[in-house]
């Protein structure tokens, strides 16, 4: 039996991003995750979210610990891992069951800023008004971090990868509305993370 890979962090973090979840996504049918990492997030929302079809996605890499995690669980409602690469167009999983919803966890302080930029943009382009968009992670506040460990996790990231690092809520937001989305809600979360609640509204252009 092969070892499935595993996140501390993702077992900590789900209980309480589930609650949310639940009421946030009780109208949809479709979520895409963007950046489904191990696949345990994929596995548990759709184990509690059996009204949704929960559509995985990563770069191939990662293929293989996801398809582990799906395949232990056997749920009809979770979809195997398409390759989304912020890089390129994003791909149409199912064109009867256009995506309502996305949720990603712990993606834009790891990828590059022209990156975040580009996940915006896909945004735009792939999800239609009314859509809701979740995204959980640590953000800068007036250029300001809300919590020390915060302050040391961006040292770290930036000691990896220069190009990563903890965003600031206000560029977010501004990204956020070139994507015509608007925040519903931005919920403090465990560890200091938050959960930016979006939707996607008419495009004013």
């Not at 996940?119 to 020390?148: Q, V």
């Amino acid at each position: 039996m092969t070892n499935k890979p595993f996140s501390q962090a993702s077992e900590n973090n789900k209980k309480p991003i589930l609650n949310l979840l639940t009421s946030l996504f009780a109208s949809n049918k479709h979520v895409l995750e963007i950046g489904s990492g191990t696949g345990q997030h994929a596995v548990f929302f759709a184990e509690h979210l059996t009204h949704l079809t929960w559509q995985t996605s990563d770069l191939p890499i990662n293929h293989s610990g996801i398809n582990q995690w799906l395949d232990e669980s056997a749920l009809a409602n979770i979809e195997k891992p398409i390759i989304v690469d912020l890089n390129e167009n994003w791909p149409i999983p199912n064109k009867a069951l256009p995506i309502d919803a996305l949720f990603t966890a712990n993606t834009l302080h790891i990828i590059s800023w022209p990156l975040v930029v580009k996940f915006f943009e896909g945004i735009a382009h792939n999800l239609s008004e009314g859509a809701h968009i979740c995204i959980y992670g640590p953000f800068k506040y007036k250029g300001k971090f809300t919590s020390e460990s915060n302050e040391s996790f961006d040292l770290w990231l930036k000691e990896r990868d220069k190009n990563s690092g903890i965003r600031n809520i206000e560029d977010i937001l501004i990204l956020a509305n070139s994507a015509n989305l608007n925040l519903i809600n931005d919920h403090v979360m465990p560890a200091n993370n938050q959960l930016l609640c979006f939707r996607k509204q008419t495009s004013n252009k």
